[in-house]
Each structure stands twice: as structure tokens, then as C-alpha cells.
């Protein structure tokens, strides 16, 4: 229903070209802000300003929140400093401060000469802690409820102030010292007696999380105890902040996507694909690339040494392609499998001989079984039916006992790496599917020629 | 603080063993649900119906909804109809959807028939939609508001019907005939005046899906909106249920699960890893490992087909894994970027082009600056440092040429083919990595040896 009112970037530049300006404010205020910030991914950025400056007020910040950093910087530079100020004063706190951690410099000192002292004070607060910490995405507009207050006058503190909280379904109970005490839900207070004491009603065991903490950490306990709001709390548990669940639902995408790049020996970035310039993509995925690529010459060499065997049996280089690539699989599920559940917290360092010992009784079963499989292959197809005379049993179990022996090796790097890059202060996901196959095509090697020379008779 | 008070399994143990009844019932209670879940994980299945009777009414019924499918099909096992009557009379309906879903016939049949007439129906209506769409997630416990009603009258009726529902902050408008017209926040009531009329107040330009769309687009739409529920409506717009906001972090964490799984070429399973068997494990990996296996064999015919060359210049044979992991690598991650892309909505198949031409580009890149590293460290290290003879000037060139048309190759198979698999119906992330690396794998030999033959003098 709402696609056929939707603005394209086409409509627009038509609009503002024939200075029908009142028809495309009122058809841009009819939609939403994200799709506004999506329509200025499409407009050519002459057009931004002209269009930025026919949103109104409200809206106008909103979409300014949603837009790209880059397209924000040079909005900026397009603002008057009233303008400026009247954006700020709309915007929440948390986003004023993704804001500044995005900005130059001299933009950064523009936007802190703009705000309110007020403002600027919990600006420089909260750009004290880490950007990936709890503090450092949190927000400080929340509603605080004194302990003694009745459900009434709690309804009407919540009148009063709540207009610019971002939440207000969630109200922390705290002492005159601001230590946290615990939580009452609009839903409570909505559903209890006017003179109740918000004491008696609130929840006392509740989950909150330091602010030096991992964002992640902040977004795995709101996953696990389905929480819209997590407290955040200094040292001496006094109530400074707190993380809300759309934040949480990014965390969650954010650290996603970086353990998708990561796997795949990309450098993560935050700026979508199909706007990221030809040059930084390249920056992101070469230094892998070449790294793995200067790393992969080290199986080169284990093949040189053995090049004497290989010019006696060269059928035996048929089936490298296939024992590096199975080799190379098999570590990645189980890599990957373990990258995961550490990074969901399902599996801990403590847990590590417990994988191993799953992942090795997994490995002997694929083993055992590719190997067979592998043998009667290349027993059956070469051999009989393609009449290749190289192929000898030999070389069949040669290749089969290589496949079992590989398999179980790759799996077993492929679980434990990731706990021990962990366990060191890595992250897992480095140590993916890219590095443990150039290590395992080196091992599979070694010892499919070290097997070839002990079974193939006459072999040098 | 709450760590303290956290019950063992052995703790359990120990006070049911003791038969101090009274304090683990306590303990417990003091507990979070999603702990004690998780506390059943560790604690012998012997244990579980005697420890799951010691809870509370409402919290058993909240454990309950939080266990692995296996532990609540043997607890209901051990139920009286009263046991399960009460259980289910406390759960949401959409939980209870999920049960109906999970459980074998003969315990579908004693839920349904231990559920009131109502809910029976209401169950009943909830399966007919597939378990993925929207219709199959959502719950049908949601406040509704007739237009017509002021502020005051709304409140009360929230205060009535609320404490029922999964969520009483976003109330649904609808006229009789149920055809959904707005919606209001508990915030927009608690901040306005007692008469007010909720037609003035509502919000008339809103986001919904209809009831088979898939789950992905429900959790994809509440994120881009930040929406803490999503309405979801039939073909003739009446509101049927509404998606809230802790299902939509669990699809997200589904899907993408879902997605790591099946790029490390593993079928996805929602049984936690620590706790799947080791054969379902193997079941999980096997064919696909097989499936790969076999087509690597492909790559082997290729190098049996240019067994003379290779047996005239064995040095081939070592630059045969540099080659080959470089090209899969390269196609890894352009494989990974695109799915991830596709997935999250911020590629469609119409955006094919702009990928391939930014990707062509990228290639040509990343292949100029590998194929002269390449070629630099060929003639380096292998020509002047380590003299080895048969390393010429031929073999490095060969060697550059073949990377740099290897990475464009795979780049663009890396890039196309997700798309195609998402034009032809096919999930993208099933030809993620290890299918790419095989067809690259075959394809960047065939380069290298038609490359060899050309450049390398007096090869046949």
C-alpha cells in the first residue's frame, strides 16, 4: 500500500526542479525515515541540501541519524550553525556521540560548539568509554524512579520526562545516591493500583552490565533473557545508562557481518557494499590474499622435495586438487562451527577437550567413510572402468589412507585453533576456513607423499 | 551479584538427594527461567520431572518454553493431563504453536487435548501457515483498539486485557470487520490527554506483512524500522497476529546460523552443538563433504589430461596450490560479500551488473597486484636465491599470467553465482565458498596448463 506514495530519487530531483517544493514536502512527510535516508543514497548530493532543508524539524533529524557518515559530513558542511543547533537538539544523545566518533576533527568542534553545556558535558562523558564497550553505546535518556514514589506519581513522572526518552517501558529504580535498585515495566505500573509503592513493585533481580563491557556481551544477555532494556552501571553500581533493543539488534548485525568478513579474509567495514569505493574493497580483501598467497608457497616447496617420487608416479598429482580440497572442507566445518558457538558464548575455553574429543569421533566417522568411498572411486572408475594402468591398489590406498589421516587432522586444527587464538587474545574468526586451509593443504602433503613412499613399491 | 546465588547442577542434586525441598525451591525461584533451562541441560534426565514440579506455576510454565525440544517431549511424558493443562494454560500461544510443531502425533494429540476449546481453535488456525512465514511465528495475543475510543477508555482497556498479552506498547486499531487501521504506543496514551480520541492519535502510515511472507523479511523489516512489534495482516488486511520484537532477534539468529552453516558447506540444525550426537554431526557434514569430494575428482581428470607437460616440467606441479588457493580465496570473497549482501536485502537481483562491474574491477586489481608479487617472488626466492634451475622466466610468467586470470575468473563466478541461485529459486549460501573453490579449482588449472603450453618453450 505505502510502495505507491513512495518518493523516488527521480521524483524528487523532477519536484525540485520544477520548484514544486510544498508537493514534495508534504509527499516526503508522508513517508518514512529510513526510506527518506535511503532516498538520499540515490540522490545526487547536489541535490542534499535543497531536500534536507525541506524536512521538517523532527523528521529532518531522524533521517539525519539514519544517513551514511560520509553524506553527514558533508551535510554538515552545508549548515549554518542555527541549523546545526536545531539538528543536535533533536537528536538523542547516543547518536550525537556516534556522530562525534565518525566526524574530523573540525567537524567534531562544531558540533560540541552547538550543543548545549548540558549536552556537551554527557557528550564528553560518554566518549570516555571505548566505542565497542556497553558505555560507549549507551544512552543516558532514560527514566529514573525514586523508590518511594506511588504508581500515580510515577505515571506522572513519566509524563513529565518522557517525552524524550528513548524508551519509557522500561523505568529504573534507583536511591538518592543513583545506585540501581531495580525495574518496574510501564506494564506493571499500568496494571497495578494508583497508591502501590513503585519498592513493592519492582523487579529486584535484574541483568545489567558494567560499561567497560563488550557490546557484544550487552547484546547476548539481551538475546538470552529477551530484555528491551539492559541497565548499564559504573563500578559501585550507580545506574549511568542504559542499551536499548534496536541498539542491541544492531550490535548483533554489526558483529555478524564483521565474523561473515572476517571468515572470508575480508577487512569488515561498516560502509554498505554497493557504495564502498573499487579502491577500499580492494585495501579490504588484498593484504589476505597476498598473505595467503605468500603462505601457500610453503606447500609449493613440500611438493618440490618430493619431486623426484612425483616424476616416477605422476598420476599421483591427480589426486592433490581433490585430498587438499576435502582437507581444506573439513576444516571448515569445524572452524566455522566452533568460530560460531564462541562467538555466541554456546562453547567456552573450558569446553575445549570436549569439542575435541566430538570433533574427533566425528572425523574418524567422515574418514573412515570418505576414504572408503574415495577408494572404491578410484578402484572402480580409474582403474576398471577408465583402464588408467597408473592407478594401481597402491595408489588407491595411498590416496584413501591419506583422505582418513587428513581429514582427522583438519578437523582437529580446525577446532582447536579457534579456541587457542581465543584463548591468546585473538579473535576466532581470523583463523577461519582461509588460514586453516593453507595449513592443512601442507599437512595433507606431507603426508600423502610420506604414505605414498611407505606403500607404493619402488618409490624413491 | 546474581552469580552467587546461581544454583549447580550438582547443588540440585545435592538438596533433592537431601530432600531439603523448601530451599531448592527458593533458590530456584530466585532464579532467572533462562537459567534454570539451562541449569535442566546439566542436570541427569532423572532429575527433571521431580526438580520441574518443585516450580512455581508460572515459572515452570516459562522454563518449560525455554527447554530443548527433547527434554519437554520426556517431561511431558511424565505429566498427569492436570500437569499439562496447567502448563499450558500459562504459555503464549505462539509458544505453544511451536510445541504443536516440534512434538511427535501422539503428543500433538494430548496438548490439543489438553487445551481449552479456544485455544484449540486459535492452534489450530496458527499451523495452518508454513512454520517459517510470518504467519507461522506470530501470536495472536496483541491488545486491539476500536477507533472510537478516547485515551481513558483505551487505558482501561489495557489495564483489563493486558496482562494476557506478549506486549501492551504498541495497540493495534482496527475497525469492526478487524481491518487494521493504525496503531498507538502505550507512550503516545500515557503522554496525552484523557479525551482524546485514538482515531486523532494514531499512527495511520504503518509498516505490515501479510501472513506467508517469509519470517526473514518480518525480521528484516522490524530491523531497518526499529519496530518493537510488526503487525501481521490476510489478504484483506484484517489484523491476524503480530511478530514482537525478541522473535525477531531469534529469526535473525536463526537465519544466520543458518547461513554459517550452509557456506561451510554443513546441513543447519537448531540442536545446540555441545548436545547434538556425534552421528548427527556426521549426518550434518557427510554429504556434502562426499558431494565435494566427488567433484574435485574433476579436477584431477583435467591435471591426468596434461600428465605429458606436466611430466616434461615437473616444477609445475608446486605453484599447483599457490594457484589453486589464491583463486579460491579470491572467490570466497566475493561468494561471501554477495550472499551476505542478498541476504540482508541490500543487493537484488536487479543490482547484477553494478556487482559484476564492481567486482571485474576489483579482480583486475587484485590480480595485477598478486600476479606481479607472484612473479616478483618466483624470480626472487626460486630463480636467483634458491638457483633452482628449472624456475625460468617462462615458469614465472606462466605462473603471474595464470593468477591474475584465475582471481578475475573466480571474482566473477564469486559474484554472479549467488545471484543466479537466488534468480532460479536456490538459497545464495549454498554455493558459498567450498562450492566455488571447486569449479575455480578446475578452472585455474585449465589456465595454467593452456598458459604453460603457450609460454613455456618446446612444452607439448
Same mark, same amino acid.
Given at each position: 500500500?505505502?510502495?505507491?506514495?513512495?518518493?523516488?530519487?527521480?521524483?524528487?530531483?523532477?519536484?525540485?526542479?520544477?520548484?514544486?517544493?510544498?508537493?514534495?514536502?508534504?509527499?516526503? =512527510?508522508?513517508?518514512?525515515?529510513?526510506?527518506?535516508?535511503?532516498?538520499?543514497? /540515490?540522490? +545526487?548530493?547536489? &541535490?542534499? @541540501?535543497?531536500?534536507? !532543508?525541506?524536512?521538517?524539524?523532527?523528521?529532518?533529524?531522524?533521517?539525519?541519524?539514519?544517513? =551514511?557518515?560520509?553524506?553527514?559530513?558533508?551535510?554538515?558542511?552545508?549548515?549554518?550553525?542555527?541549523?546545526?543547533?536545531?539538528?543536535?537538539?533533536?537528536?538523542?544523545?547516543?547518536?550525537?556521540?556516534?556522530?562525534?566518533?565518525?566526524? +574530523?576533527?573540525?567537524?567534531?568542534?562544531?558540533?560540541?560548539?552547538?550543543?548545549?553545556?548540558?549536552?556537551? !558535558?554527557?557528550?564528553?562523558?560518554?566518549?570516555?568509554?571505548?566505542?565497542?564497550?556497553?558505555?560507549?553505546?549507551?544512552?543516558?535518556?532514560?527514566?529514573?524512579?525514586?523508590?518511594?514514589?506511588?504508581?500515580?506519581?510515577?505515571?506522572?513522572?513519566? !509524563?513529565?520526562?518522557?517525552?524524550?526518552?528513548?524508551?519509557?517501558?522500561?523505568? &529504573?529504580?534507583?536511591?538518592?545516591?543513583?545506585?540501581?535498585?531495580?525495574?518496574?515495566?510501564?506494564?506493571?505500573?499500568?496494571?497495578?493500583?494508583?497508591?502501590?509503592?513503585?519498592?513493592?513493585?519492582?523487579?529486584?533481580?535484574?541483568?545489567?552490565?558494567?560499561?567497560?563491557? =563488550?557490546?557484544?556481551?550487552?547484546?547476548?544477555?539481551?538475546?538470552?533473557?529477551?530484555?528491551?532494556?539492559?541497565?548499564?552501571?559504573?563500578?559501585?553500581?550507580?545506574?549511568?545508562?542504559?542499551?536499548?533493543?534496536?541498539?542491541?539488534?544492531?550490535?548483533?548485525?554489526?558483529?555478524? /557481518?564483521?565474523?561473515?568478513?572476517?571468515?572470508?579474509?575480508?577487512? @569488515?567495514? /561498516?560502509? #554498505?557494499?554497493?557504495?564502498? #569505493?573499487?579502491?577500499?574493497?580492494?585495501?579490504?580483501?588484498? @593484504?589476505?590474499?597476498?598473505?595467503?598467497?605468500?603462505?601457500?608457497?610453503?606447500?609449493?616447496?613440500?611438493?618440490?622435495?618430493?619431486?623426484?617420487?612425483?616424476?616416477?608416479?605422476?598420476?599421483?598429482?591427480?589426486?592433490?586438487?581433490?585430498?587438499?580440497?576435502?582437507?581444506?572442507?573439513?576444516?571448515?566445518?569445524?572452524?566455522?562451527?566452533?568460530?560460531?558457538?564462541?562467538?555466541?558464548?554456546?562453547?567456552?575455553?573450558?569446553?575445549?577437550?570436549?569439542?575435541?574429543?566430538?570433533?574427533?569421533?566425528?572425523?574418524?566417522?567422515?574418514?573412515?567413510?570418505?576414504?572408503?568411498?574415495?577408494?572404491?572411486?578410484?578402484?572402480?572408475?580409474?582403474?576398471?572402468?577408465?583402464?588408467?594402468?597408473?592407478?594401481?591398489?597402491?595408489?588407491?590406498?595411498?590416496?584413501?589412507?591419506?583422505?582418513?589421516?587428513?581429514?582427522?587432522?583438519?578437523?582437529?586444527?580446525?577446532?582447536?585453533? +579457534?579456541?587457542?587464538?581465543?584463548?591468546?587474545?585473538?579473535?576466532?574468526?581470523?583463523?577461519?576456513? +582461509?588460514?586453516?586451509?593453507?595449513?592443512?593443504?601442507?599437512?595433507?602433503?606431507?603426508? &600423502?607423499?610420506?604414505?605414498?613412499?611407505?606403500?607404493?613399491?619402488?618409490?624413491?
Amino acid at each position: 500500500m505505502e510502495e505507491e506514495k513512495m518518493l523516488t530519487a527521480s521524483d524528487v530531483m523532477e519536484l525540485m526542479d520544477a520548484r514544486r517544493l510544498s508537493e514534495l514536502r508534504a509527499r516526503a =512527510d508522508e513517508m518514512r525515515v529510513e526510506d527518506i535516508a535511503e532516498l538520499f543514497r /540515490e540522490l +545526487p548530493e547536489e &541535490y542534499h @541540501p535543497r531536500f534536507f !532543508r525541506l524536512l521538517h524539524k523532527e523528521k529532518a533529524a531522524e533521517v539525519f541519524t539514519e544517513m =551514511d557518515a560520509d553524506f553527514r559530513e558533508s551535510l554538515i558542511a552545508s549548515f549554518t550553525d542555527a541549523e546545526l543547533k536545531n539538528i543536535l537538539d533533536e537528536m538523542f544523545l547516543d547518536d550525537t556521540v556516534d556522530l562525534v566518533e565518525e566526524m +574530523p576533527a573540525n567537524v567534531v568542534q562544531r558540533i560540541i560548539a552547538n550543543s548545549t553545556p548540558e549536552d556537551r !558535558r554527557a557528550i564528553n562523558e560518554l566518549l570516555k568509554y571505548p566505542p565497542d564497550s556497553a558505555g560507549g553505546i549507551m544512552t543516558t535518556e532514560f527514566v529514573r524512579l525514586n523508590k518511594t514514589l506511588t504508581v500515580a506519581e510515577a505515571l506522572a513522572v513519566i !509524563r513529565r520526562v518522557g517525552v524524550n526518552k528513548e524508551t519509557i517501558y522500561t523505568c &529504573y529504580v534507583t536511591d538518592n545516591m543513583r545506585h540501581l535498585l531495580g525495574i518496574v515495566s510501564a506494564k506493571d505500573l499500568l496494571l497495578s493500583a494508583e497508591d502501590d509503592c513503585i519498592g513493592d513493585l519492582m523487579e529486584e533481580n535484574i541483568i545489567s552490565i558494567g560499561t567497560l563491557e =563488550d557490546q557484544e556481551t550487552a547484546a547476548q544477555l539481551m538475546t538470552k533473557y529477551s530484555l528491551m532494556a539492559l541497565p548499564v552501571v559504573d563500578t559501585e553500581h550507580r545506574l549511568v545508562g542504559i542499551i536499548t533493543v534496536d541498539d542491541a539488534i544492531d550490535i548483533i548485525h554489526e558483529e555478524t /557481518e564483521e565474523d561473515f568478513s572476517k571468515m572470508a579474509a575480508i577487512t @569488515p567495514t /561498516e560502509t #554498505p557494499y554497493l557504495r564502498t #569505493p573499487v579502491a577500499r574493497i580492494w585495501l579490504n580483501r588484498i @593484504p589476505w590474499l597476498a598473505l595467503l598467497m605468500v603462505s601457500a608457497t610453503f606447500t609449493g616447496w613440500i611438493i618440490s622435495s618430493f619431486e623426484t617420487a612425483l616424476s616416477q608416479v605422476v598420476v599421483l598429482t591427480a589426486f592433490i586438487p581433490m585430498l587438499m580440497d576435502t582437507g581444506g572442507n573439513s576444516g571448515s566445518q569445524s572452524s566455522v562451527t566452533v568460530i560460531r558457538n564462541l562467538s555466541l558464548g554456546e562453547v567456552t575455553l573450558s569446553d575445549w577437550w570436549r569439542v575435541a574429543w566430538k570433533e574427533i569421533r566425528v572425523a574418524i566417522m567422515c574418514g573412515i567413510s570418505l576414504g572408503a568411498l574415495a577408494f572404491g572411486k578410484v578402484m572402480l572408475v580409474d582403474h576398471l572402468i577408465m583402464h588408467n594402468p597408473a592407478v594401481t591398489i597402491s595408489v588407491a590406498w595411498t590416496v584413501a589412507a591419506t583422505l582418513c589421516l587428513t581429514i582427522l587432522i583438519a578437523k582437529l586444527i580446525g577446532c582447536l585453533l +579457534p579456541i587457542l587464538a581465543r584463548r591468546i587474545g585473538l579473535d576466532p574468526a581470523v583463523v577461519a576456513s +582461509p588460514f586453516i586451509t593453507t595449513i592443512v593443504d601442507a599437512i595433507s602433503l606431507l603426508v &600423502y607423499f610420506t604414505i605414498a613412499k611407505t606403500v607404493i613399491p619402488g618409490l624413491a
